[in-house]
C-alpha cells in the first residue's frame, strides 16, 4: 500500500499530501495517525526546514473519520467504552498536540472537502487557503457524536465562539465564500492554483530566518493561554535568544548593506 503521507521537498519548504484519494483522505487507522506525528517530529527537528504545505490528494482535504469503519467498529472505533477513550488519547488526538507543538509555520492547502475531524486538522494549521470548490462542515452532531480530536478548542479560535457553536451545532456544510467570511480561510483560489498560491506563501514565509518563524509562531500559540505580563515575559526571553543567532546578525548587516541575506539555519 502506498503511504499515507506523501513528502516532497523544495529548499526550505515541505509539501506533505495526505494519499488515500479513494477514501477521501479518511483518519483512521493508528498508521495513518502516526505518519502525521512521525512526520511532525522529524520537520521539528530540521531547521532548514522553514515553512510547510499540508493538502490532500484527489478530490477531497479530508473527510475525518472513516464511516464504514465506525458501522464495523473497526480501527479508531472498536473495543468497550474504557478502550476507546484510550485508542482516542493514544491515536487521533497525538496529531493535535504533535502539530500545536510544531514551531515550523504550516499552511493548509484546501483543495476538497474538509469534514468533521478534516476540518479540525486545518484548523491545527497556522494558515489556511482554499479552492473555491472546498467545502468546509463540523458534521460531529450528524452521526451523533461530539468532537474529538480538539476541535471544540480548535474551531471558536479560529472563528469565533458563536461560527464555531453554529457549525458544531448544527453540522451544516458550509461552502469556501462562507468559510472566507468566517475567517476561516484567508483567501480562495481557482482549483489549479491552489498549490502554487500555497507554496509561494511557504516561500514567502521561508525567506525570513527560521529562528524567528519558529519563536513568533511559538510566541502566538503560548500568547493564546497566557496574560499580557506573562507574554512580555516570554517576549523578551525569545528576543534575548534571537538576538544571539547567526542569522539575525546577518539579516541586520544585509538590510544595512542593502543586499539579499544569505541565511545558515543557526
Known amino acids: 500500500m502506498s503511504p499515507f503521507l506523501i513528502v516532497e521537498r523544495e529548499g526550505p519548504v515541505v509539501t506533505a499530501t495526505l494519499n488515500r484519494p479513494d477514501q477521501r483522505n479518511a483518519l483512521t487507522s493508528d498508521a495513518d495517525f502516526r505518519a502525521i506525528v512521525d512526520f511532525c517530529g522529524e520537520v521539528s527537528t530540521d531547521r532548514s526546514i522553514r515553512a510547510v504545505v499540508l493538502t490532500g490528494a484527489g478530490s477531497a482535504f479530508c473527510a475525518g473519520g472513516n ?20 485508542r482516542y488519547r493514544t491515536g487521533i488526538q497525538q496529531i493535535p498536540l504533535a502539530l500545536w507543538e510544531l514551531e515550523v509555520p504550516v499552511i493548509a492547502a ?16 497556522d494558515l489556511r487557503i482554499a479552492s473555491r470548490t472546498a467545502s468546509f462542515a463540523h458534521s ?3 452521526l451523533g457524536l461530539v468532537p474529538g480530536d480538539g476541535g471544540a ?23 469556501a465564500t462562507t468559510a472566507l467570511d468566517y475567517g476561516l480561510v484567508s483567501e480562495l483560489t481557482d482549483p489549479e492554483d491552489l498549490l502554487t498560491r500555497a507554496r509561494s506563501i511557504a516561500g514567502r514565509i521561508a525567506a525570513n530566518p527560521g529562528h524567528a518563524t519558529r519563536l513568533s509562531k511559538k510566541l ?29 546578525e546577518e539579516a541586520v548587516d544585509a538590510f544595512l548593506e542593502r543586499r539579499a541575506p544569505r541565511f545558515e539555519d543557526r
Open 153 to 175: 478548542w480548535l474551531l471558536p479560535r479560529v472563528i469565533g465562539q458563536s461560527r464555531a457553536s453554529m457549525m458544531t451545532l448544527t453540522g451544516d456544510m458550509i461552502d
Open 67 to 86: 464511516v464504514k469503519d465506525m458501522k464495523a467498529r473497526e480501527g479508531l472505533f472498536k473495543g468497550d467504552p474504557y478502550e476507546l477513550r484510550d
Open 220 to 248: 502566538m500559540r503560548e500568547a493564546q493561554d497566557l496574560s499580557l505580563k506573562a507574554v512580555l515575559e516570554l517576549s523578551a526571553a525569545y528576543q534575548a535568544l534571537a538576538h544571539h543567532t547567526h542569522d539575525y
Open 110 to 125: 484546501i483543495n476538497g472537502p474538509a469534514v468533521g475531524a478534516g476540518l479540525d486538522l486545518a484548523c491545527m494549521c
Open 140 to 142: 460531529f452532531v450528524k
